[in-house]
């Protein structure tokens, strides 16, 4: 595995995103312990993009539970279909908010939270995890978050 994460200095978010892809899989290659993995993904995503809160909630009986994670400190269980975390995982999509005073049920771990993007990793074609990054500016993530996000549950799931 790398020593060093290598950052792109490109102010396109989508040239530091292919910077970081192969990295993670890179990580994650060979590694068979979970929260290893997810802890790793967390620190890089913060160290490519200094995401306000960056981090995973596992599904463990009937609720989500804090996983890795890299910011302030958050809400631990999260029920399902609450939240855009517990929504993501009952719709079992990705799914991007501009502004979370706008999301109904959003669930205020921060005040400083301004918008988020939550995307499921699946086992076995249940929902396993969430991704959940969160931005203290008003529409922060895009389509090209959306789709290179994807592709990091991609990977996640070829390790679950
Ligand atoms: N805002 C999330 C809760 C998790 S924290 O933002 C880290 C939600 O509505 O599900």
């Not at 913060?46 to 302030?72: C, I, R, T």
């Not at 631990?76 to 999301?103: H, M, Q, Y």
Request: hydrophobic share 45%; net charge negative; charged share 20%.
């Amino acid at each position: 595995m790398a020593e060093e994460l290598i950052i792109s200095t490109s102010t396109l978010k989508d040239e530091r995103y292919q910077m970081l892809l192969p990295q993670i899989k890179e990580l994650v290659n060979g590694e068979p312990d979970l929260i290893a993995n997810l802890s790793n993904i967390a620190a890089a995503l913060k160290q490519s993009f200094n995401f306000f809160w960056v981090g995973f909630y596992l599904v463990k009986e009937n609720q989500l539970v804090l996983g890795p994670f890299q910011g302030p400190i958050a809400c631990t269980r999260i029920d399902f279909g609450k939240g855009v975390c517990g929504t993501a995982w009952k719709e079992r999509k990705s799914i991007l908010v501009p502004d979370v005073n706008k999301f109904p049920g959003h669930i205020a771990c921060s005040s400083a939270s301004k918008s988020e993007i939550v995307l499921p990793a699946f086992k076995n074609n249940d929902v396993a995890l969430v991704l959940d990054v969160d931005s203290d500016v008003l529409n922060d993530f895009n389509s090209i978050d959306q789709k290179a996000l994807e592709e990091i549950m991609r990977i996640i799931e070829s390790v679950l």
